[in-house]
């Protein structure tokens, strides 16, 4: 039985046509619906053409990289193979989609959000009575820009230097470039969390030993966490971003050592706090420092491209130097939906 995907004509025009992507413009010539029922059912349209020219990209049997530039067509696929590979390592580890309420996609550098700034009186839904006016929240763009960041690294290799190397092995490196990538975008996320996107925004932020946290205790304790955790009204803490010093101190501590909490951990492999809010320790995190937020309020990701590659030095000159980038930028929703919390030296 002969199939579509094996007579589809690839070309390097291909990418970044009409604002799509390589993936999205071959499953519009190879739609993926055409093998419901099939053998090669559960296959995108780039995985099909992995197989049309029979390249094996993991296990102990993959192919060397060579393999991708025996024909001019199958060479166009090494981009879009670069970028997936990347995109995976990007997303492995990533806690991003941990703290943002919505991702956004927008083509371009600025992007403008939007905040609703309720007061205290506004949030109360008081019963309305009959031809009452009904209580408004009004919902306005920011006054400022948020100002997107390109993120990359410059992938330099010679074809002579990787063709004999497995993909599956070329594969490595190419996901630390992607984790690499995602680190910086963290950065840029906890940056937004503590000091707002420009908007006059930034986090409110306590200090432990400081009033309402434990007034004169300044070493990290259950009551200071509980402390803090009662600042979050009407929001819910379900989400602790900590620095590498402050996740060891609360671990020692005594309501840490519960044996459900242990049991939850070794079990899933997810550790939650005695408060119910999910821990996630990141060297991207300041020193002696604790940001408690609301996932579900408290971060908007703007994604002004996937990764991308600069395909034409992949296919013409056989990889050489290639930019490898990706562009995004974060917007504060609503600002008291994240808090700060340290711990003085």
Known sequence: ?????????????????????????????????????????????????????????????????????????????????????????????????????????????????????????????????????????????????????????????????????????????????????????????????????????????FTVGTAPITKGVKTMSYGALLDFWSQFDPYTMNTMLVSGDMMLSMLKLPEFQNPLTGLNFQGTGTLTSPLGARLLRTPAMPARTIIGLDKNYALEQICGSEITVEYDKLIDRQLERAAITSISGFAKLFTDAAKVLTVSE
Request: glycine share 8%; net charge neutral.
């Open 1 to 205: 039985m002969a199939y579509h995907f094996e007579n589809v004509k690839l070309e390097k025009g291909m990418y970044g046509r009409g604002g799509r992507t390589f993936a999205q413009t071959l499953e519009e010539l190879d739609p993926s619906e055409q093998y419901r029922g099939t053998a090669l059912e559960g296959l995108d349209a780039f995985q099909r053409q992995l197989k049309r020219f029979d390249i094996h990209v993991k296990g102990a049997g993959s192919d060397m990289v060579e393999k991708f530039f025996h024909t001019s067509d199958s060479a166009v696929l090494f981009p879009e193979f670069v970028s997936r590979v990347v995109r995976q390592g990007l997303e492995e580890e990533s806690v991003l989609p941990a703290i943002t309420a919505t991702v956004t996609r927008f083509d371009g550098m600025d992007y403008r959000s939007i905040a609703s700034v309720p007061t205290e009186e506004q949030k109360k839904l008081r019963r309305v009575e009959e031809g009452a006016e009904i209580p408004q929240t009004a919902i306005r763009t920011q006054e400022n820009l948020v100002r997107l960041h390109k993120r990359g690294r410059m992938l330099v290799a010679s074809y002579e230097a990787i063709r004999f190397q497995r993909l599956d092995l070329f594969s490595v490196t190419l996901r630390q470039i992607g984790a690499y990538i995602g680190r910086m975008h963290l950065e840029d996320a906890i940056r937004v969390l503590r000091n707002g996107d420009g908007n006059q925004n930034p986090a409110p932020a």
